[in-house]
């Protein structure tokens, strides 16, 4: 079933006439290959069989239940637990001619009647439907009317207690087994450790489910971790080497997202902000701005999450440090999912650190508290980490990693080691001196010797530690205390106003019994120069390529669909490239099928002629 076109009637059929997996990634997607897994993925499927599929985001997941629900009877039922990305996956599945629909909360009475009459009708290829719409009395009954191709259960790691982002909603989904026994189910994440995947197969019953794991890896992302040092300056910093590019910033708090948006617009960035205590339209508005290039940055919450199915986002800065790891590389994966050159970007400091522990500690179950110090502890170990990120972020979901990967900073960037027993000695005879009493900050203020009133007045000007580090920066010895924390010498006791304690092991290195060597503090980033163009593009096809956005621009504009739907970035890179000139040739890129070539190929094919004939003008000039 097509999607109706007026002016293209020839492909209202075409779905019918197909008849494998291959002749549908070719000609409605318009990609050449599968990526790893997909077929075994699709097949098993097809023949009825249920999977588990744990892909990195920008892995193909998608096309592993939509494929199968085109080449099986009836109509697939996609379960996803965020509106805003079942509207972009559905701009997207019709911008390729096929028939699907949402159906959740945010419609209007009569576009939601549609809905459901077109899928009582049999004419939807696709459904994508709320978990907590999906699991309620009435909707199951519509259900056994209907023939049903097959379940999907999107980001599943919701179902889970030990997933990192756990719905209460999910929990229902494990009926489905028990209502439709026969139909297929596939259950997909991007993210999931050991634990979380067996509970995923538990709860939703499926035991007899094949699973797919694939790498976690994103070669494309380049991850960059900077200690908190002005942060502001230093967001801005990165964002001047991406100038009119798509990225999001996830902030901590609302306070925060606020803050940071209304700072950027100030300094002439095109940014939004974006969390649920905003009006419904305001963060409607800002959703389509950022999907239709209307807006470069969009600020977010971390724990509301955006959602987006873009595929040209080309960083993504966390200005505050992820609870755990895994809402760390989901939100990092929103980054590069077309496969090109990417950025994520960690702002963290010690206090990021002493704000989530006290968050952790405020949970009333003991077992989910232990949870979550863990994967908190994790998230942690990965900033302050001093070898290869993406080994440390691998090792994390239980993937090896031969070598260094190349494409971090303490890769491209390795951190200078120094002989740092002496700093550590005064730092922990500091922290002795002063009662094990205090906190960071204070203990920082005695060791640089700073004159104000609190340190007169309990006589700690007196102490023999006090201005023992006065050649150091603050910022240089809130490093050093970190790395002696988390090398074990010091603990911040948590429940008793993160004031620093030293520990067993501070003995020996405080009698000078031991050597310690610890990285030097990272306090100002290089400044990398800037990509002028996407990776791959020719130096001498930038302003064809630049002309082909534009057109693809306008293209969406009148369209009222975000410019992906037309063409993603890596076919116009592909189309500046090779410059085509017919439609076979134009068929050959990645990501051009028959519905999108009847659709925009002349106006493309147009503007690349207009350009050769141009350039070919001025050289015989």
Request: charged share 30%; net charge neutral; hydrophobic share 35%.
């Amino acid at each position: 079933m097509m999607a109706s076109n007026d002016e293209e009637p020839e492909h209202e059929d075409m779905i019918e006439e197909m008849r494998t997996a291959e002749d549908i990634l070719r000609t409605i997607y318009g990609y050449h290959t599968f990526r790893p897994h997909q077929k075994e993925i699709i097949d098993a499927l097809i023949s009825g069989r249920d999977a588990f599929v744990l892909m990195p985001t920008g892995g193909g997941k998608s096309l592993c239940y939509q494929i199968p629900a085109l080449l099986r009877p009836g109509t697939g039922i996609i379960v996803s637990p965020l509106i805003s990305l079942m509207k972009d996956q559905v701009d997207a599945l019709r911008g390729n001619g096929i028939e699907a629909a949402f159906y959740n909360s945010s419609m209007k009475a009569d576009e939601a009647r549609r809905v459901l009459a077109k899928f009582h009708a049999g004419k939807l290829d696709l459904l994508y439907v709320a978990p907590e719409r999906l699991t309620t009395e009435g909707f199951l009954d519509r259900l056994r009317d209907v023939n049903i191709a097959l379940f999907a259960i999107d980001e599943a790691h919701c179902i889970s207690q030990w997933g990192h982002d756990f719905r209460p909603e999910y929990i229902k989904l494990g009926r489905l087994r028990d209502h439709f026994p026969d139909i297929p189910t596939i259950a997909l994440t991007a993210t999931a450790d050991a634990q979380t995947r067996k509970d995923i197969l538990h709860r939703l019953r499926l035991s007899d489910a094949r699973q797919y794991v694939t790498s976690f890896d994103r070669p494309n992302i380049r991850y960059t971790v900077l200690e908190k040092h002005q942060p502001f300056r230093q967001l801005t910093t990165f964002l001047d080497n991406h100038r009119n590019q798509s990225g999001i910033i996830y902030a901590l708090s609302r306070k925060r997202v606020e803050e940071v948006a209304r700072q950027l617009q100030a300094e002439g960035y095109e940014a939004l902000p974006y969390h649920a205590g905003l009006p419904a339209s305001t963060r409607q508005k800002a959703h389509e701005a950022f999907l239709h290039d209307n807006t470069d940055i969009v600020v977010a919450t971390i724990a509301f999450g955006m959602g987006i199915d873009k595929p040209d986002v080309r960083f993504v800065v966390h200005y505050d440090l992820p609870k755990n790891i895994e809402g760390y590389y989901q939100e990092t994966g929103r980054a590069g999912r077309d496969g090109l050159a990417s950025e994520a970007l960690l702002l963290f400091g010690a206090q990021d650190i002493v704000t989530a522990r006290r968050l952790v500690e405020n949970t009333e179950n003991e077992d989910q508290k232990r949870i979550e110090i863990y994967k908190l502890n994790s998230m942690v170990d990965f900033a302050e980490s001093l070898t290869c990120r993406r080994r440390v972020l691998l090792g994390y979901f239980g993937e090896g990693l031969k070598e260094d990967c190349g494409n971090c900073d303490l890769c491209q960037n390795p951190p200078e080691r120094f002989d740092a027993t002496l700093d550590a000695r005064k730092a922990l005879s500091c922290v002795y001196r002063v009662g094990q009493r205090f906190g960071m900050k204070y203990v920082i203020d005695v060791i640089r010797g700073m004159d104000n009133e609190r340190i007169r007045s309990l006589g700690h000007d007196k102490l023999s530690t006090y201005g023992i580090g006065s050649e150091r920066s603050g910022a240089e010895w809130q490093s050093i205390l970190r790395q002696l924390i988390h090398s074990g010498f010091l603990i911040q006791d948590i429940a008793n106003y993160s004031i620093l304690k030293l520990t067993e092991a501070a003995r020996p290195l405080l009698r000078g019994e031991v050597q310690l060597e610890l990285a030097r503090p990272r306090i100002r980033e290089k400044v990398q120069k800037k990509k002028k163009r996407p990776i791959n593009l020719g130096e001498e096809n930038e302003e064809l390529f630049q002309c082909l956005r534009e057109l693809r621009k306008k293209l969406a504009d009148d369209q009222a669909v975000p410019p992906f739907v037309v063409f993603s970035d890596v076919t116009l890179i592909q189309m500046a490239n090779t410059q085509p000139s017919t439609d076979s040739e134009l068929l050959e890129i990645s990501g051009v099928g028959q519905v999108k070539l009847a659709r925009y190929g002349k106006a493309f094919l147009e503007t690349i002629s207009a350009y050769k004939n141009r350039i070919q003008a001025g050289t015989k000039n």
